[in-house]
Every structure is written in C-alpha cells, then in structure tokens.
C-alpha cells in the first residue's frame, strides 16, 4: 500500500515539475496571443479530486512555490492560492461531486479565470494600472486555450491514480 502512495506521489511531483517548466520557463512556454495556459491548476485541482486535501495541498504549495521563483508572479500569490485550491478540491471532491474527471476539468476552468481575476487586481491593476478590460479579455483567452490542456492534465492524473491505486489490505 505504502509503495503505491509514494510512487504515485513522486509520479505527481513530476508531473507537476514538467507543467511548471512548460508555463514557465523561456524557451517552452506555449503562448496564443501573448497568453500561457496554465496547466498548474488543472493539475492540482485533479490531485484534490482523485487523492484528497493533504497531497492536493501540499503538491499546491509545492507549484506555487516552484512558480513563484521562476517566473513574474506576485511572491506568495501563487503558492497560497494553489496550496488552497487543492485543499478545497479534495475536501469537497468527494463529498460533492460523482463524476471527478468532468468535475475537475470545470472546476479548473473556474478557478483558472479566478486566478486570472487576482492576478490583476494584485499585480496589473497595483502595479501597471491596467485597463480592466483588456485584462479580462487575457483572462477569457487563457481560461479557454487551458481548456484542452485541461484535459490532458485529468487525464494524466487519472491514468497515475488507475495505476497505483490504494489497496484495502
């Protein structure tokens, strides 16, 4: 039982290693119309679906972490929000929804226009006093081109959760 937590564990930890280096890093960011998706949030609030608050949680704080040294998010923002979506993922994933694929996929899309939202309040509006329109017309775009990538992200999930699942011995 213990082997399949920690191999499915470590196989999170990569997984949520590569999305940060692809959103992140220079030379791998996916960009449409000068927007990334975010694959981060898709992955944790999957995490909180399939395993519960603690590792959801703790892999959140792990990625906001990650991208708060490694790219122009505001400091602490990320790891924060992310480490409190997988809480609250994995709380009220279980209890409230059946169907955790679709479930999750939505609720990725929801708070990655959340995310978008803070974003400019605490950085683009504080900062650069940008216009709030243009802001959430960025923030549509990266809901919508997260959206597919959304997908792949569950589904990677799912597949490492179906392989190292819990055993009731």
């Known amino acids: 039982m213990m082997k399949n937590k920690t191999a499915r564990i470590i196989l ?5 290693v590569c999305a940060a280096v ?8 996916i960009e449409v119309m000068g927007v990334s998706p975010d694959m981060l949030v898709s992955i944790i609030v999957a995490v909180g679906f399939f395993d519960g608050p603690y590792i959801a949680g703790s892999l959140g704080l792990f990625a906001g972490v990650l991208c708060a040294t490694s790219s122009s998010w505001p400091e602490g923002l990320p790891a924060l929000f992310l480490a409190l979506c997988g809480v609250l993922c994995g709380v009220t994933g279980k209890r409230y929804f059946r169907s955790y694929a679709v479930a999750s996929i939505l609720v990725a899309l929801v708070l990655i226009f959340v995310r978008g939202l803070i974003d400019y309040v ?7 006093s940008a216009p709030f329109g243009s802001m959430l017309l960025k923030t549509l775009v990266k809901t919508a081109i997260s959206a597919p990538l959304s997908v792949l992200c569950v589904f990677a999930v799912s597949l490492i959760n ?8």
Do not use: H, I, K, N
Request: glycine share 4%; charged share 30%.
């Open 12 to 16: 999170y930890v990569v997984l949520t």
């Open 122 to 128: 605490f950085y683009y509006q504080m900062v650069y």
């Open 22 to 29: 692809l959103q992140t890093a220079r030379g791998t960011r």
């Open 162 to 169: 179906r392989r190292f699942p819990e055993r009731r011995d």
